[in-house]
Structures are given as C-alpha cells and as structure tokens.
C-alpha cells in the first residue's frame, strides 16, 4: 500500500467518527469519512481504494446491506465493521461475507489498529492473487483453440503420442503446439504448467 494508506469511515455518529479519524491520522492514516451508506456509494466509482470501516446500525442502508451492494459490484477493498451492538451470528455472517474484521464500540486503539494494518497487509496478498489470476486468465485466452485442447490433455498428464491419438493428429504437430503452449503459458516444466491450471482451477473441471 501507499506510505499513507486510505481508511474511508463510514460513522452516522459525528463525534465518534471525528475521533477515529483524529487517531487514524496519528497513526498515519489518511481518512475520508461518511455519515450514511449513500454518501459513499454516490462516490464509490471515483474513490481511491483503501479500508472501510464500516458501522453496522447506519441510517438508510445499513451496513450489512452496503456490504451486500460492494461484494455485487465486486468492489475489493478490505472491509471492517465496527458496531455497537454485536452478537456472534452477526460476527459470523459478517466474516462469511468476506468482513476482515467485525469491531465492537467502545473499540480498544490496539484491536482497531491491528485490524486496520492486517486487513492492508491480507488486501496486499489478495491484490497479488488476483493479478496473478488475471495474467493466468490473459495467457490462457491467447492460445488458439487446438493449443487449447492440447492443454487440457497436457495438464492431465497425458504424453504426445497419446493426445495425437485422441485429437488425430500426427505426433510432430502435438509437440509443436505442446511447445507454442508452454511458451504462451510462460511455463518452463510440465509441472509449472499443471501448477498453473490448478490455480485457474481447470484441473476440477477436466477431472
């Protein structure tokens, strides 16, 4: 993240959220606050990413419900709630929606901190992850539709002789796409091939 990551603060208690402001900031945290589910939403699409802290009893669309709109939109930023009135069937769902954290007031500075820096530091790897998928996502399409079915034998550890077999090729034309794939793939090794459509998770589908 940035030297000074972004904590958007979405607090109908004005006083509450000044304060959480004024200590995230000690902290070195940049801080935008909001005090209802629709003033963020109205300036969601043109908001630099960072952490929400999110109060779940809000006025209008409550928490549990902007949560459910931003996991619609397949919005990545990490998300903590922070609510006076907890219980554990709320911290569950909250978790099970994809929550990094779900805060009881009065929070103690250290919990929200350590919550705040583990949800940048989870969002890091995740971001990784994600763009790792992508380029996984981009190579795969670039294969033609042969180098394709080629793919899917190769990974089920099928030899050249075999895929010739089933597609009725000649065997010199499988390792010709064979070698296309890898090089298309950025695979050095069969394995670092089967690595990757694990990731993609193609080796369930073709199993």
Same mark, same amino acid.
């Given at each position: 993240?940035?030297?000074?990551? /972004?904590? $958007?603060?979405?607090?109908?208690?004005?006083?509450?959220? *000044?304060? @959480?402001?004024?200590?995230?900031?000690?902290? &070195? #945290?940049?801080?935008?606050? #909001? &005090?209802?589910?629709?003033?963020?939403? %109205?300036?969601?699409?043109? /908001?630099?990413?960072?952490?929400?802290?999110?109060?779940?009893? @809000?006025?209008?669309?409550?928490?549990?419900?902007?949560?459910?709109?931003?996991?619609?939109?397949?919005?990545?930023?990490? /998300?903590? #709630?922070? %609510? &006076?009135?907890? =219980?554990?069937?709320?911290?569950?769902?909250?978790?099970?929606?994809?929550?990094?954290?779900?805060? %009881?007031?009065?929070?103690?500075?250290?919990?929200?901190?350590?919550?705040?820096? $583990?949800?940048?530091?989870?969002?890091?790897?995740?971001?990784?992850? $994600?763009?790792?998928?992508?380029?996984?996502?981009?190579?795969?399409? =670039?294969?033609?539709?042969?180098? *394709?079915?080629?793919?899917?034998?190769?990974?089920?550890?099928?030899?050249? *002789?075999?895929?010739? #077999?089933?597609?009725?090729?000649?065997?010199?034309?499988?390792?010709?796409?064979? $070698?296309?794939?890898?090089?298309?793939?950025?695979?050095?090794?069969?394995?670092?091939?089967? @690595?990757?459509? %694990?990731?993609? &998770?193609?080796?369930?589908?073709?199993?």
């Amino acid at each position: 993240m940035s030297e000074k990551a /972004l904590v $958007h603060i979405i607090e109908d208690d004005a006083f509450l959220s *000044k304060a @959480l402001s004024r200590l995230l900031g000690a902290a &070195g #945290y940049r801080t935008l606050v #909001y &005090g209802t589910a629709n003033d963020f939403l %109205t300036q969601l699409a043109t /908001l630099e990413s960072g952490c929400i802290l999110l109060d779940m009893n @809000l006025p209008g669309i409550n928490g549990m419900e902007l949560h459910a709109q931003l996991r619609m939109q397949a919005n990545r930023m990490p /998300l903590i #709630y922070l %609510t &006076g009135e907890g =219980s554990i069937a709320l911290s569950v769902q909250a978790i099970k929606n994809g929550a990094e954290d779900f805060l %009881t007031k009065p929070v103690q500075k250290d919990a929200l901190l350590n919550a705040i820096a $583990h949800a940048f530091d989870q969002f890091q790897i995740d971001d990784l992850q $994600h763009h790792r998928q992508q380029e996984l996502k981009r190579r795969l399409g =670039s294969l033609t539709v042969r180098e *394709k079915e080629v793919f899917d034998l190769l990974i089920l550890g099928l030899l050249n *002789k075999q895929i010739a #077999y089933q597609l009725g090729n000649a065997e010199r034309t499988v390792k010709a796409h064979r $070698h296309s794939v890898m090089e298309k793939m950025c695979a050095n090794s069969l394995a670092e091939l089967v @690595l990757m459509a %694990t990731e993609l &998770g193609l080796l369930d589908k073709t199993s």
